[in-house]
């Protein structure tokens, strides 16, 4: 069974940083897309950033230019680093990960950390 592990979430004031982090545990054969995505309070979840087969990146609009996305398939991680940070990132971030394992392919969420943006 493979598991994804978010940590880094937290509150920051506008204009700060952040770098959340994702872990994948168990065996994974392949890794189709790894990446962010984000669902504010009444909203509906939506893309922040993920790295595709080829290492092509897809992003939100809204956050190109300052958030930057690095996976690792090594390691099964995947890392969002967050720079000017605003109110309106406000959200819970979930990890995804759609890949195979032993058990064919998978489509995994991982529990989601909170972060908040403080004006």
């Known amino acids: 069974q493979v598991n994804l592990v978010e940590s880094g979430g937290g509150l920051v004031q506008a204009g700060g940083s952040l770098r959340l982090s994702c872990e994948a545990s168990g065996v994974i054969y392949s890794i189709k897309a790894m990446g962010w995505y984000r669902q504010a309070t009444g909203k509906q979840r939506e893309l922040v950033a993920e790295i595709a087969e080829g290492g092509k990146t897809n992003s939100a609009v809204s956050v190109k230019g300052r958030f930057t996305i690095s996976r690792d398939d090594a390691e099964s991680t995947v890392s969002l680093q967050i720079f000017s940070l605003k109110p309106e990132d406000t959200a819970v971030y979930y990890c995804?990960?759609?890949?195979?394992?032993?058990?064919?392919?998978?489509?995994?969420w991982g529990q989601g950390t909170q972060v908040t943006v403080s004006s």
């Open positions: 995804h990960l759609d890949g195979s394992t032993g058990r064919g392919n998978v489509d995994i």
